[in-house]
């Protein structure tokens, strides 16, 4: 089987590469293809949009990260820089798609190899950035929250300060 | 000259409904089992290609220590040994063989472009890379003296080691183009022939890079002409309704077959053909329909014969009243071209599409799929396409 049938409640039909085929593509594409689906397409499949998720979770689980990290384990240096490589891209774009290979990267930065210790620390870099960008985001709302109960009279000037500062210092 | 559609939806009934029908009888696919009397041709993957072209050669080589007159054997691709497979539809090399001697006057020249090709073929498979034709004949112009002499050697080794020529890494040249509903992957990189202008993907022959990804197209339409293609790009026909379109320009070459074949065997989607409503249009729609005799070797990974002939037909002209002065008389060429479609035993088995051949006979006319736009540019799209997938007016 290389397709997998989803069907919609209006009478229309989407068809995913099968994950037993994606075994046979460049290591790197089942992650590249998650990413496509997700941020194109699954907007687009009305009803049938959860169990496409639950699908591309699957692949994520039983297909792309299995695979990646056999590569990243591995001993050719020239598998581990293209793997890192398109790894990398995914990670500026969408960190969490990458993050299942953040366990294996501490030990890559070891490596003797100056490219894969250079992809390695870029996609580390670019982990931080995003858990600093999910944080700023946390401490935003929790921010707003204060700032609403300030005005409102609920809290008193030094709880909405001290929640301003916390914001203001991560942001920096 | 602009006349205005009514701007009407059509629910493309019948076409979703045939649909509905192929995924419901996907669901027990059975693999196409051939007749005992015809020869067996496996697509392969580079290193299976490699493994019996070794043993080719092994071959050879034995027989050179064992008799000094070595030969080797390939199905007969002559008129007697096609055969038409009327179970699956499809025409089929028969178990003829021929033998080519190394040692023979008659054959020397034959065979030494057989192993060039072979040796050919070799390298493109250990570099893994892929050659036009014209490019194996530029390989070696004094050998081959001729492009049809090469052409012909290439046939013969892909049919000596059972295998679509393809497999052997001899491609044709890019020639079709393919847009709408369709997601593909060529080697890493992703393509979304959805968003590739109105131009769409030019169909790489070297298809066993490709994959398709994801669809949520309804029907393939296969387009014999570019002018018609390019109205249905324009209009993003596949956004109104969703299918994905393909154009060879003219009949199909290898790749845009072997893509469409794919595309309906992996998706299990309609396919309809648009084609003049002349003898060459409904040649073409036969070629995707069941292959060609030239390639017959390689029927079951060419045809499709589950396409269905959507128009032009003889009997579309009177029914979407198209005036006489854009209908064309048809000349000696034409007629005669008709009669040898109508002797065609796949012809003769489909009713409908004989009495539709013997219509455009007995009223001696052809017609351009361009003719539609007498009732104006998008009499095509909005009304002449969806209206014939709504009832099902196909052949």
């Known amino acids: 089987m290389d397709i997998k049938i989803f069907r919609l409640k209006n009478g229309g039909v989407v068809q995913l590469a099968d994950k037993e085929k994606m075994q046979e593509w460049p290591i790197e594409l089942p992650l590249l293809f998650i990413e496509y689906i997700k941020n194109k397409q699954l907007d687009s499949y009305g009803s049938a949009k959860k169990e496409v998720e639950k699908y591309l979770d699957e692949i994520l689980e039983e297909v792309a990260i299995p695979r990646l990290i056999s590569v990243l384990k591995g001993v050719d240096n020239e598998e581990i820089v293209l793997a890192l490589t398109r790894i990398e891209e995914i990670s500026k774009k969408n960190a969490e798609m990458a993050k299942p290979i953040s366990k294996y990267l501490d030990e890559l930065l070891k490596r003797n190899n100056k490219q894969i210790v250079k992809l390695a620390k870029s996609i580390s870099d670019n982990f931080a950035k995003a858990e600093r960008k999910k944080e700023l985001a946390k401490k935003r709302k929790i921010m707003r929250d204060k700032e609403k109960l300030f005005l409102e009279g609920k809290i008193n000037g030094e709880e909405y300060a001290k929640a301003r500062k916390e914001y203001l210092t991560l942001k920096e | ?395």
Not at chain 2, 22 to 46: C, F, G, M, Q
Not at chain 2, 148 to 176: F, W
Not at chain 2, 243 to 255: D, K, R, W, Y
Request: with cysteine; hydrophobic share 40%; charged share 30%.
């Open chain 2, 1 to 395: 000259m602009l006349k205005k559609q009514d701007g009407k939806v059509y629910d493309l009934k019948a076409a979703k409904e045939l649909y509905k029908e192929y995924l419901e009888r996907a669901k027990i696919k059975k693999d196409i089992i051939l007749p005992p009397n015809t020869v067996k041709i496996d697509d392969l993957n580079r290193k299976e290609t490699l493994n019996r072209l070794y043993k080719l050669v092994d071959d050879v080589l034995e027989k050179i220590y064992k008799s000094g007159r070595p030969s080797v054997e390939l199905p007969s691709r002559s008129a007697t040994n096609i055969i038409w497979d009327e179970e699956n539809d499809l025409i089929l090399l028969g178990k003829q063989i021929m033998e080519k001697q190394f040692h023979t006057l008659t054959s020397v020249a034959d065979i030494t472009r057989l192993m060039r090709v072979l040796e050919v073929v070799n390298e493109l498979l250990n570099e893994d890379i892929h050659a036009t034709k014209r490019e194996v004949f530029y390989s070696d112009v004094n050998l081959f003296q001729e492009q049809k002499n090469s052409d012909k050697s290439i046939e013969d080794v892909a049919s000596m080691l059972h295998t679509t020529r393809n497999s052997t890494h001899v491609v044709a040249a890019p020639k079709g183009t393919c847009v709408g509903r369709l997601r593909i992957r060529d080697r890493s990189d992703i393509i979304d022939l959805e968003g590739l202008g109105s131009g769409g993907w030019t169909i790489s022959p070297m298809l066993d890079n490709i994959d398709i990804i994801e669809s949520d197209a309804e029907f393939i339409l296969v387009i014999e002409k570019d002018a018609a293609m390019m109205r249905l790009a324009e209009a993003r026909f596949w956004r109104k309704y969703p299918c994905i379109l393909l154009t060879a320009q003219g009949v199909g070459n290898v790749a845009v077959r072997m893509f469409l074949k794919r595309l309906s065997k992996e998706l299990d989607l309609p396919v309809f053909s648009l084609v003049d409503s002349d003898p060459y249009g409904h040649y073409i729609h036969s070629v995707y329909l069941r292959g060609s005799k030239r390639l017959s070797y390689e029927s079951p990974f060419l045809a499709t014969p589950n396409i269905k002939l959507l128009g032009v037909l003889t009997r579309d002209l009177d029914e979407y009243k198209i005036p006489q002065e854009v209908r064309i008389k048809m000349n000696k060429r034409d007629e005669k071209r008709t009669k040898d479609l109508l002797n065609e035993d796949f012809v003769k088995k489909n009713k409908a599409w004989e009495i539709d051949l013997k219509l455009a006979l007995k009223l001696k006319i052809k017609a351009e799929i361009q003719a539609f736009a007498s009732h104006g540019f998008k009499f095509l799209t909005d009304r002449y396409l969806p209206e014939k997938l709504t009832t099902g007016d196909w052949i």
